[in-house]
C-alpha cells in the first residue's frame, strides 16, 4: 500500500464535501498538470490512503484521510467545453487526463498545519516542505502518513487539556 497527500482548495472541494458525497466517495478530477497525472496513473492503487490538505486557505492543514476506491480513469471533465477543466487536445479515443475515486475516510481530531507540519524533524524530507513544491497529487511514505496522524493526535490531546484547566 502507497500513502499520498493529496491538496484541494476548500472553497472548490473540501473534506466536508468529500464526506457529504454519495457512500462519501467522489472523483478526483480536474487535474491538469503531468507529474501528478502520472502519480495517479502509475502509481495510485486501491486501498491506497491519502492525507487530504486543504490549500489556498488560511491555515494550509492536513484535514483528514481518504483512500483510493478506483484506480486512474479518463478524466471526462477534459471533454466538456463548458468545464473549467475542458482540454481540446483530450479526447474519448485519447484521453489526455485521468482521475481517481476517493472515500472519505476520516477527519482529523485536530487539523495539522502546514507550520506544524514544518516543526517535526521526522518530516524533514516530506515533499510538501520542499521550497517550490506545488504538485497537488504527492507521495508520502508511510512513516511521514503515521508522522502526521501521530500529531494530530498529540494536538488534539493537547487541546483537550488545556479546555479542562479553563
Not at 483510493?68 to 479518463?74: F, G, K, L
Not at 487526463?97 to 498545519?113: A, G, M
Not at 488534539?156 to 479546555?163: F, N, T, V, W
Request: with cysteine; proline share 8%; glycine share 4%.
Amino acid at each position: 500500500m502507497r500513502h499520498w497527500l493529496m491538496k484541494t482548495e476548500p472553497s472548490e472541494f473540501s473534506l466536508a464535501d468529500l464526506k457529504r458525497a454519495p457512500d462519501g466517495t467522489a472523483p478526483w478530477d480536474g487535474v491538469r498538470n503531468y507529474q501528478s497525472r502520472n502519480h495517479m496513473r502509475d502509481g495510485m492503487r486501491l486501498r491506497d490512503r491519502v492525507l487530504f490538505y486543504h490549500s489556498s486557505t488560511d491555515p494550509l492543514a492536513v484535514v483528514g484521510t481518504a483512500r483510493i476506491v478506483r484506480e486512474a480513469y479518463p478524466d471526462e471533465t477534459a471533454w466538456n467545453p463548458k468545464s473549467p477543466y475542458y482540454d481540446p487536445r483530450s479526447t474519448p479515443e485519447k484521453p489526455v487526463w485521468l482521475r481517481v475515486d476517493i472515500r472519505f475516510e476520516s477527519e482529523l481530531p485536530c487539523p495539522v498545519t502546514l507550520a506544524e507540519l514544518r516543526k517535526l524533524p521526522e518530516l524533514k524530507d516530506m515533499l510538501l516542505l520542499r521550497k517550490g513544491m506545488r504538485l497537488s497529487i504527492q507521495p508520502v511514505t508511510a512513516e511521514e502518513f503515521e508522522a502526521v496522524l501521530g500529531h494530530a493526535r498529540r494536538l488534539a490531546a493537547a487541546a483537550k487539556r488545556q479546555a479542562l484547566l479553563t
